[in-house]
């Protein structure tokens, strides 16, 4: 009989996970997929979306490129405070088979600001302008991924990030004046 709590195991779950998923980082081709995706995802990707949607969508963009500045100093505020009150290390400083494939724009995982902002970002994205599906969502998934691949995150961080962002979307639709 193991006397280990359900907690623990799925904590060893976790970090089996990372390290298995970490080995792609490891081949050059997901090295370099993942790395770029991910600074891609430290900002990059949204400032051109940002940028691009008035350029695409005329006036009609003003009020979705609001809402995304908006949700974006949200995910900034709840990342930084989520963090500071959990203080997770991230899985490369408690596991030495996790090579960092990046550097982290902070201390902590838990949770993945990048999956926090691409979520909420697409998910605004959509909403307003439904064509986007296509582009943000593949690239979501990515930016998800790879924290994990670049032993940046757990999958409960990525996770995490996903809900937090998407609650973030949502919650700041009423503050914009909705659509």
């Known amino acids: ?20 998923a970490n080995r792609i980082s490891c081949r050059p081709v997901g090295w370099w997929l993942f790395t770029t995706v991910s600074r891609l995802g430290d900002g990059l990707f ?54 960092r494939g990046g550097i982290p724009l902070d201390q902590y995982s838990f949770p993945s600001g990048h999956t926090l902002h691409a979520v909420a970002f697409s998910i ?22 790879s924290r994990v691949v670049l032993g940046l995150h757990y999958p409960s961080d990525v996770l995490a990030g996903a809900a937090l962002g998407a609650l973030v979307a949502l919650l700041t639709l009423p503050l914009v004046g909705g659509l």
């Open 46 to 99: 949204w400032f051109i979306l940002i940028l691009s949607l008035p350029l695409c969508y005329g006036m009609k963009a003003l009020h979705p490129v609001v809402h995304l500045f908006i949700a974006g100093l949200c995910c900034v505020a709840l990342s930084k405070g989520v963090k500071s009150g959990t203080t997770r290390p991230r899985p490369y400083q408690v596991e030495e088979r996790i090579h």
């Open 124 to 145: 605004i994205a959509a909403i307003y302008h439904p064509t986007l599906v296509w582009l943000v969502v593949p690239f979501t998934g990515l930016v998800a991924v």
């Open 1 to 20: 009989m193991s006397y280990s709590s359900p907690l623990s195991r799925m904590a060893a779950w976790e970090l089996r996970l990372c390290i298995t």
